[in-house]
């Protein structure tokens, strides 16, 4: 059993339901000091998050990743217990083991081996660690990079252990996310019996057309690398439950998923323009992520090179899916990449990595330092 394989399995037996650690940080924080780290816990509220840094000069390169688990959901569905890691025909079975606990493994392994062989390296090493990236996400990263920002502390590299792996693994490379800004808008009318509709207002039927024109609008036709920006209802709720009333409101929640070709700014105004042409009584309480990008650098092209080296394939740059504690970690960073395992079962029944790809994966983010810290080619 490899080190990172036996890292990885001691993680995952830690029921990490987020925000809960669960000891995590602790056995990492140990094999850190080991090295020479400056361990600085930082808990927020419940949350416990640790930065550690070897190392004074720059470039400073960053690790970032959480400890924190989703929910199994029911225990009778999985094939093996989710928190009694399983190896079964080659696959790792536990939950927390694609998302991102092999990676975490990977970072603290590779980083032993890269100072066991370059005790001397120029530059420095860091770790960004939280339990609270799959809650609600604010008191982890977004707490520690102010605690960095707030002392001018800046990041030249910054790596994101995120199960970014399409169809294989070394096929995809987020280098950047985009923008969510969500919407809950509260349209008024008057409510009434429906057999007396000159004494009411249905705010639903008022609201319809503002929908058909935001559903038509070209937001932006995004570029190089983002997608034309979105915007979907998710939700939608009305009426008291009576078949014969009309409804006083009607509220709405939706979001937008957005290109850096927009700005928060831009999309609200255009929404506002969008409500007050149809002369609609509402309130609207907006809640925004902001986009990120690195484009192709010294970052992109050392972990690409060391993909290339490890897992035979030439890693795609790609912006798609869900938010990250990236777009946090960019406020202080001008070069973030997210690269770890597939994601093909993150979230899901039965997560697992295959055995076989865990070892690349240390090997990539060894390759990595070596390529920005030593400048020995990949």
Request: aromatic share 8%.
């Amino acid at each position: 059993m490899s080190k990172t394989l036996e890292l990885a399995i001691d993680l995952l037996k830690r029921q990490s339901n987020t925000p809960e650690d669960a000891g995590c940080q602790e056995v990492m924080i140990a094999r850190l000091q080991k090295l020479g780290f400056k361990i600085e816990r930082m808990r927020f509220g419940n949350v416990d998050n640790f930065y550690a840094r070897r190392g004074t000069e720059s470039p400073l390169l960053v690790f970032a990743g959480h400890t924190d688990v989703v929910p199994t959901g029911p225990l009778d569905k999985w094939h093996t217990p989710p928190f009694e890691p399983t190896i079964k025909d080659g696959m790792l079975y536990a939950r927390g083991a694609a998302d991102m606990k092999t990676s975490l493994a990977a970072f603290v392994t590779s980083i032993e081996e890269f100072i066991a062989e370059n005790p001397d390296h120029k530059g420095s090493i860091g770790l960004l660690i939280t339990s609270d990236e799959e809650g609600v996400a604010v008191d982890g990263t977004v707490r520690v990079v102010e605690v960095l920002k707030n002392r001018n502390e800046l990041i030249d590299y910054c790596i994101v252990g995120e199960p970014t792996s399409n169809k294989i693994v070394g096929d995809m490379i987020k280098n950047g996310r985009r923008g969510s800004l969500s919407g809950k808008l509260t349209v008024k009318g008057i409510q009434g019996h429906i057999a007396y509709p000159h004494l009411v207002k249905n705010p639903i039927h008022l609201v319809a057309p503002a929908i058909k024109d935001m559903v038509e609008t070209v937001w932006d036709n995004g570029n190089e690398y983002f997608p034309p920006t979105s915007w979907q209802i998710s939700n939608m709720n009305g009426g008291t439950g009576a078949t014969n009333v009309v409804p006083g409101e009607v509220e709405i929640l939706f979001n937008f998923r957005f290109s850096t070709a927009s700005t928060e700014e831009n999309l609200k105004e255009r929404v506002h323009t969008i409500l007050d042409k149809h002369e609609l009584d509402y309130d609207c309480v907006w809640e925004y992520s902001p986009p990120y990008i690195t484009p192709r650098g010294n970052l992109v092209e050392a972990i690409s090179r060391a993909i290339e080296k490890t897992y035979g394939v030439s890693p795609e740059l790609s912006t798609t899916g869900g938010t990250s504690d990236g777009r946090f970690i960019a406020d202080i960073c001008k070069q973030v990449i997210e690269f770890g395992p597939l994601n093909k079962t993150i979230h899901k029944l039965n997560e697992c990595v295959g055995v076989a790809d865990i070892e690349p994966l240390k090997e990539t983010y060894k390759i990595t330092m070596k390529k920005l810290l030593i400048g020995k080619p990949t």
